[in-house]
């Protein structure tokens, strides 16, 4: 399962020109995923970590 979850995150980041991201998903009596893809900072080549502190910003946000 874990390969599969792995190969779909890294597809969607292609798709999305995402340089890095981490994943985290708690299911209950499932199990724990959390994996980092990519690179935090593209200039310097850094990859991304579980542990890597970022501040999230609005993103999500969209103009009318």
Do not use: C
Not at 5 to 33: C, F, I, K, S
Not at 40 to 46: P, T, V, Y
């Amino acid at each position: 399962m874990t390969g599969q979850l792995d190969g779909t995150v890294q597809q969607v980041m292609r798709e999305a020109n995402v340089p890095g991201v981490t994943v985290g998903l708690w299911t209950p009596h499932q199990g724990t995923y959390i994996r980092s893809f990519g690179v935090a900072d593209k200039s310097r080549g850094w990859p991304m970590s579980p542990d890597l502190y970022t501040r999230i910003g609005s993103e999500t946000k969209r103009s009318p």
